[in-house]
């Protein structure tokens, strides 16, 4: 499993930016792949077991060969720029569509459409994955998000939202997820991912909804991540 570091300096930040870059086994600039960017980039690596799944995956000719870009966040910056109230979340959503972007795609060979590119995250990771994509429909085309931490307000903003570019999006949501403890209090995810399906299916929105028997932890998330991601790019 490739894995380069990289540090970007973003000018949207005003920070050094660590990404973390995986390439297939059988990378070819004569080729061009899908992009994963993923959200809470360290964990989806170590708790996770990302990069080594993608391997295997890929290997067995059940994902196309593809790049995935890991964006770790320390936890005193995440809900600044992971949650839409936070004082860093436009500058972080900017620097996503604008900076990373324009990076990877220079560095390495990539589709150049949306609809290459998807949005990977968990949670509050989720959450940002969901909004920068309505921020930003032709650099990103693909959702996948597990247990995304949504609540009446987020949704009502995603009500308001003007979609007028195709969107996939696959939701996953564990059957036990009534009373998640955040920030914002315990969270009834169950109820505001089914409030947000209700919500997408007015919308130009390519939605897969799937429920599975289970919490709010890496565990879960890392059993039902390879069925996503086939379901999206396979």
Do not use: C
């Amino acid at each position: 499993m490739p894995l380069e570091e990289i540090v970007l300096d973003s000018r949207h930040l005003g920070t050094p930016e660590t990404l973390i870059a995986y390439t297939p086994q059988r990378y070819s600039p004569l080729y061009s792949y899908p992009v994963l960017y993923v959200q809470d980039g360290a964990d989806y690596l170590s708790l996770g077991k990302m990069a080594t799944m993608l391997d295997e995956l890929i290997l067995q000719k059940e994902l196309p060969d593809l790049i995935a870009v890991f964006l770790p966040v320390t936890k005193e910056k995440r809900t600044s720029r992971y949650h839409p109230d936070g004082a860093e979340h436009i500058a972080y959503r900017r620097f996503l569509a604008e900076e990373v972007v324009r990076y990877i795609d220079s560095r390495y060979s990539t589709h150049p459409l949306g609809n290459g590119r998807t949005l990977v995250g968990a949670s509050l990771g989720g959450v940002v994955s969901l909004f920068t994509a309505l921020a930003y429909p032709h650099t990103f085309g693909q959702v996948a998000s597990q247990s995304i931490a949504m609540d009446p307000n987020l949704n009502q903003r995603v009500s308001q939202a003007d979609l007028t570019v195709p969107l996939s999006l696959y939701l996953q949501i564990g059957t036990d997820e009534t009373a998640v403890e955040s920030s914002r209090g315990p969270l009834d995810l169950v109820a505001s991912n089914e409030e947000l399906r209700a919500i997408l299916q007015t919308k130009m929105v390519t939605l897969v909804y799937e429920t599975f028997e289970g919490d709010h932890t890496w565990g879960h998330w890392q059993a039902h991540l390879p069925r996503m991601l086939q379901k999206l790019l396979g």
